[in-house]
């Protein structure tokens, strides 16, 4: 067993389900330590963090992840207990093998690597670890960065590991994020008897044309680096549970994706002019869960393509697609940010699992990447 599967499967064995961090960070502190990092142990809230550095000098590079993991879901459809790893086939099956337990396992075992042969590196290395990726998001990252900003610790190059591949390990790396966009929508109408209708006012029935509005429109066209915006209904909610009763208030909640062509402000103008047209007695809160980002080409970027190609051959594909990270509070602090980590067909998903291989093949181009851009 590799240094690296040997540490992912001690880190899938402690059950980190958001916010909790089960000791992870205890186990990652313990080993950076032994390398010569220093360690921070940061809370906030009911949140686990960790700021991990190794040298005082610029230019500084951090790799950034997560412990927590999304909740396993139902236990019996899992082949295996989704904690304790289980490895089959050339996998290693556990809640948090691909997102992102066995990305951090690469990252220190690239470390323990690089810096067995490189001790005199330029620079700096850092982790930044969090418990907090999964859920809300508010007491994790976004909290450290506040406090590296308020001491004076920029970074420059930042790489996640966030699982970015598609069918193998470097075929995608993130180079940018779009935007996330959150809509609560309150329609209020009058209760009443299904069978008399004219002594009602069914919220349901006036919002219809609204929402097929939205749903029809084009937000813009993207560009080169991200593909358009998109408006998505998650949830909608009304009706009291029986069959004869026209409910008195609808509930839709709703999400934008959206590329540098938008602007959360413009998109929620756009949307309440169009709710206004409609002239629906509504409500509408907004939540702003992350601006999109980009990374140009640079430094970072170019390594990592060259590391990927060193390794396993392949030339790497730049993406902007998919859901948030922790990218985007990084990002406008004007560092580069790339996410590179195995493919993500099994995350979130039960069975949830990542290659043997593509995990160690992850450890070399994170070793890479170190050489590359420190030495």
Not at 15 to 20: E, G, K, L, N
Request: charged share 20%; with cysteine.
């Amino acid at each position: 067993m590799t240094p690296t599967l040997e540490l992912a499967c001690e880190l899938i064995q402690r059950p980190s389900v958001t916010p909790h961090d089960q000791g992870c960070q205890e186990l990652l502190a313990a080993r950076l330590e032994a390398l010569g990092f220093r360690i921070e142990s940061l809370r906030f809230g009911e949140v686990d963090n960790l700021w991990a550095r190794h040298g005082s000098d610029a230019p500084l590079f951090v790799f950034a992840g997560h412990t927590d993991v999304v909740p396993p879901g139902p236990l019996e459809e899992w082949s295996s207990n989704p904690f304790q790893p289980d490895i089959r086939d050339g996998h290693l099956y556990g809640r948090g093998a691909a997102d992102m337990k066995g990305s951090i396992a690469a990252m220190v075992t690239a470390c323990e690597r690089f810096l067995t042969a490189h001790d005199g590196h330029s620079g700096s290395i850092a982790f930044l670890i969090t418990s907090d990726e999964e859920g809300s998001a508010v007491d994790g990252t976004v909290k450290v960065i506040e406090q590296l900003a308020g001491r004076g610790e920029h970074i420059d190059w930042c790489l996640v590991g966030e699982p970015s591949s598609h069918q193998q390990v470097g075929d995608t790396i993130k180079v940018g994020r779009r935007g996330s966009l959150n809509g609560m929508l309150r329609v209020h109408g009058q209760q009443g008897h299904v069978a008399y209708p004219h002594l009602a006012d069914n919220p349901i029935h006036r919002a219809a044309p609204a929402l097929a509005e939205l749903v029809a429109t084009e937000w813009d066209q993207g560009n080169e680096y991200f593909p358009p915006t998109t408006f998505q209904i998650s949830n909608i909610r009304a009706g009291t549970g029986t069959s004869n009763v026209i409910p008195g208030e609808l509930e839709v909640e709703f999400n934008l994706r959206f590329s540098t062509e938008s602007s959360a402000d413009s998109l929620q103008s756009r949307i309440s002019t169009i709710l206004s047209a409609h002239d629906l007695d509504c409500e509408l809160d907004w939540n702003l869960s992350g601006q999109p980002f980009l990374t140009k080409p640079g430094e970072l970027m170019t390594s990592v393509s060259t590391a990927i190609r060193e390794i396993t051959g392949l030339e790497t594909q730049l993406s902007t697609s998919g859901g948030t990270s922790d990218g985007r509070f990084i990002a406008p602090t004007g560092s580069q940010v790339v996410e590179l980590g195995p493919p993500n067909t099994t995350i979130h998903q039960v069975n949830e699992n990542v290659s043997v291989d593509n995990l160690q093949k992850l450890t070399l181009i994170y070793e890479k990447v170190l050489e590359i851009m420190l030495t």
